[in-house]
Nanobody, 122 residues
Framework: QVQLVETGGGLVQAGGSLRLSCAVS????????MAWFRQAPGKEREFVGV???????PIADSVKGRFTMSRDNAKNTVYLQMTSLRPEDTAVYYC????????????????WGQGTQVTVSS
């Protein structure tokens, strides 16, 4: 059974930073495409970025230049470093994993974490 556990969410002032972590267990991490999505109240789930086992790491235009994804295969963990946070970044952030070459569609992903709340105050 694959499990994804997100940590690192919280309350931060606008302009601040947070780092989210997603630890994966139950499957070979290096062979998974790992992504972050977010969902704000009343809005659809939104793609943030994806890290695959090879190649570049696509990031959504809405966070490009502010958010960075990285992965540590030795720790089975993917990270989302968020800087220059804005109130519109407030959302529940979800980690997702795919066994295939996943892209921006949430239906590409096989496994999901429970989510971690990020709240940015103005």
């Amino acid at each position: 059974q694959v499990q994804l556990v997100e940590t690192g969410g919280g309350l931060v002032q606008a302009g601040g930073s947070l780092r989210l972590s997603c630890a994966v267990s139950g499957r070979s991490f290096s062979a998974l495409a790992m992504a972050w999505f977010r969902q704000a109240p009343g809005k659809e789930r939104e793609f943030v970025g994806v890290s695959r086992w090879i190649g570049a790491t696509p990031i959504a235009d809405s966070v490009k230049g502010r958010f960075t994804m990285s992965r540590d295969n030795a720790k089975n963990t993917v990270y989302l470093q968020m800087t220059s946070l804005r109130p519109e970044d407030t959302a529940v952030y979800y980690c997702a994993a795919s066994k295939s070459w996943a892209q921006q569609d949430s239906s590409d992903y096989d496994y999901w974490g429970q989510g971690t709340q990020v709240t940015v105050s103005s």
